[in-house]
């Protein structure tokens, strides 16, 4: 999935660059087979209409940022996590997990269980990574994996070859977790940091 626009005239949702869901990926770890990985691009750095930088800060403080998974193929979600942001005024954020397991996996909320709290985000080119037990978090700026010709869209699909994304950056969230059972089962303790 990928897009980087969110409606007419390219907008983000609610004027807010930090609510664009650009990318999404879902896959085995490699090398571990016992690990799965997702990760959520948001807030395209720059607009596609008119090449101007968004917001700096990476995620919208307060905003909910939520996985559901559905494991038994009833396109039900049976587990999740979610994930909101806080902001300290200094340009830095930190992040709040959240587990969500059975009926609450598919519904809004707080969640069951804090797996990790006042998880840092990156601003900068250090990946700064939290780990908990098994799983692993990231959350901030990484470089923009899409490609796309903006001039030759724009120009009645005359494209050019020209990536306008090759220099620009989205705002990422990460999960590494062990695949079975999630890796956040209820009967884990201690998950919170």
């Known amino acids: 999935m990928s897009h980087h626009a969110s409606g007419p005239n390219f907008d983000f949702p609610r004027g807010d660059a930090r609510l664009d869901m650009t990318d999404l990926y879902a896959f085995t770890k490699p090398g571990d087979p016992n690990k799965s990985i997702l990760i959520l691009n948001v807030h395209p750095s720059f607009r596609l209409d008119s090449p101007e930088p968004t917001t700096s800060e990476p995620f919208k403080p307060g905003a909910l940022y939520e996985f559901e998974i559905d494991t038994n193929g009833d396109a039900v979600a049976d587990f999740g996590c979610s994930v909101q942001f806080s902001s300290?005024?200094?340009?830095?954020?930190?992040?709040?997990?959240?587990?969500?397991?059975?009926?609450?996996?598919?519904?809004v909320g707080d969640g069951d269980e804090v797996i990790?709290?006042?998880?840092?985000?990156?601003?900068?080119?250090?990946?700064?990574?939290?780990?908990?037990?098994d799983c692993r978090f990231f959350f901030g700026w990484r470089s923009d994996p899409f490609f796309f010709d903006v001039n030759g869209n724009f120009n009645h699909m005359q494209f050019?070859?020209?990536?306008?994304?090759?220099?620009?950056?989205?705002?990422?969230?990460?999960?590494?977790?062990?695949?079975?059972?999630?890796?956040?089962?209820?009967s884990e303790s201690g998950l919170a940091q």
């Not at 840092?120 to 037990?133: I, M, N």
């Open 88 to 107: 300290s005024g200094d340009g830095k954020q930190t992040a709040t997990v959240r587990r969500l397991q059975g009926a609450r996996a598919g519904s």
């Open 116 to 133: 990790v709290q006042q998880a840092p985000v990156s601003v900068g080119k250090e990946a700064l990574v939290t780990q908990v037990r």
């Open 160 to 186: 050019t070859g020209d990536d306008f994304f090759k220099d620009k950056n989205v705002a990422a969230l990460r999960l590494n977790f062990p695949t079975q059972n999630s890796g956040l089962t209820r």
